[in-house]
């Protein structure tokens, strides 16, 4: 029987679990035992609600235009950073090439997680009660405030280590203004994306769109370009205030952290949110690590002036493989707080994991698979084309590239949707909520896969002749 896993009847005594897409029945702020008895009497009245239905045709046309928007925002993101990687505050701090990934990753852990949280809310009815969803958002929007800040500090102390301590030389000045640019660059992108998504969820709602499909490209569409813009703005500000007012990084970076016990004051109040402050870090933090990792990759790969033509496309690769993976990962946790009780799931999912399991079955989520596997070719061709339209980056489109690049980008796809399978029941039948935190993993290992395959493939480029780091220049 279909049935969602927030009912009270699946909660037994327990207020709140992970597994509960967010606010249950009956735990708003401010409301009563008999409230509380009046919607247990509504919802034995009310008959289950039944997954939407949707053919693989409109699941695809739903999924390609933000898909689209998403994949031209981190086409953007790669021109910026295409651009800003000959500033000076880039140029004499490259350790400010770790916090790209890292920074650009927490669209992955906040943004795309939020909008999952909200999707599934949205699919399981807990957005019907205007109290009710305003006491999600807020409370929400507030969390992700607190990670966002934390991480950002975190992303620039993993920064510093990882950038100097193998050289064995370290600056003060240069560590503050790291903390600075990343804290304050994590804060306001947060925020401004967080305004940006709750608008999509709840239009989504309106025009009858199924969320799921649209919500998490369109955090990461404005996502990248938000945060690259904001970052490369205030490190450069930052710089050129190193000498003349050495005081102005630390003060950026007190203010802001300044503001971390407000938010957390303020998502304490909500149910859904106090959860997740207390246990909702394990995968931010792992996943920021995890992209730092790639930021690493990134940072000696610009270094080495004969693979300078990598830094357009690796908003692109990582955003996309991210992208298209969240989707997937959203979808499955859906249709898990739809069909399953948390700790249980469907038979297809029992027994070992095999690749093919992903792909080919009877269910919506293996031909969602095979429709983003699908997506990868076309998708790629497009943004490349876009971006030799605009002439930008330092490689020329040959035969010999595109093979490559199509070649790594949909080996990085196909191992995220396989991943992405086998992660998110594994935590379901764990008892953790997949929305919360299967999609930070996800995609930090998108970042990490996509900078590793691009260095690969622009290393077995440079071998074998295809040489031309000049073009755009």
Request: with cysteine; net charge negative; glycine share 8%.
């Amino acid at each position: 029987v279909s049935r969602t896993s927030v009912s009270l009847s699946d909660g037994g005594d327990v207020r709140y679990s992970e597994t509960e897409p967010m606010l249950p029945e009956g735990t708003l702020s401010g409301e009563e035992g008999d409230a509380e008895e009046k919607e247990e009497e509504e919802s034995q009245r009310t008959p289950t609600r039944n997954m939407p239905k949707e053919s693989p045709l409109a699941m695809a046309l739903q999924i390609v235009v933000p898909f689209l928007l998403a994949g031209f925002g981190t086409v953007s993101a790669g021109m910026v950073l295409d651009i800003v990687q000959h500033w000076d505050a880039f140029k004499y701090i490259t350790e400010i090439f770790i916090l790209v990934p890292a920074l650009l990753g927490l669209k992955g852990n906040l943004e795309m997680t939020l909008a999952s949280r909200l999707s599934t809310a949205v699919n399981v009815g807990k957005m019907d009660s205007p109290i009710e969803k305003w006491n999600l958002i807020i409370g929400n929007l507030a969390l992700k405030q607190v990670q966002a800040t934390v991480v950002g500090f975190l992303a620039a102390v993993a920064a510093v280590v990882l950038g100097w301590i193998p050289e064995g030389k370290f600056q003060m000045s240069h560590a503050v203004l790291l903390c600075s640019a990343s804290v304050a660059t994590a804060f306001i992108a947060s925020m401004l994306q967080g305004f940006i998504m709750v608008g999509v969820i709840v239009g989504s709602k309106k025009t009858g769109i199924n969320p799921d499909n649209v919500a998490t490209p369109i955090a990461a569409s404005f996502g990248d370009l938000i945060t690259l813009a904001i970052l490369a703005w205030i490190s450069q500000g930052l710089y050129n205030c190193l000498d003349s007012h050495p005081y102005v990084s630390s003060l950026v970076c007190a203010f802001f952290l300044s503001l971390t016990p407000v938010w957390m004051v303020i998502s304490s109040k909500h149910p859904a949110s106090r959860t997740l402050l207390y246990s909702g870090w394990e995968p931010v933090i792992t996943a920021m690590v995890i992209s730092s990792i790639g930021g690493l990759i990134l940072d000696k790969t610009v270094s080495d002036p004969n693979l300078a033509g990598i830094v357009v496309y690796t908003p692109v690769i990582n955003g996309i493989g991210g992208n298209l993976v969240a989707i997937q990962s959203s979808r499955i946790s859906t249709h898990l707080h739809f069909h399953s009780a948390p700790g249980e799931v469907p038979e297809e999912a029992k027994g070992c994991y095999y690749p093919c399991r992903t792909f080919y079955g009877t269910g919506a989520n293996h031909r969602s698979a095979q429709v983003l596997l699908l997506l990868v070719l076309p998708g790629h061709l497009i943004f490349l084309y876009t971006i030799h339209l605009m002439k930008s980056g330092h490689t020329t489109l040959t035969p010999i590239f595109m093979t490559v690049y199509l070649a790594a980008a949909l080996l990085q796809v196909f191992l995220l949707l396989c991943i992405a399978d086998w992660m998110v029941y594994s935590m379901w039948r764990s008892g953790k909520d997949p929305d919360s935190f299967s999609i930070p993993y996800l995609t930090a290992l998108g970042d990490l896969l996509g900078t590793a395959l691009l260095a690969l493939s622009f290393q077995f480029l440079w071998y074998i002749g295809d040489q031309d780091s000049d073009v755009g220049d």
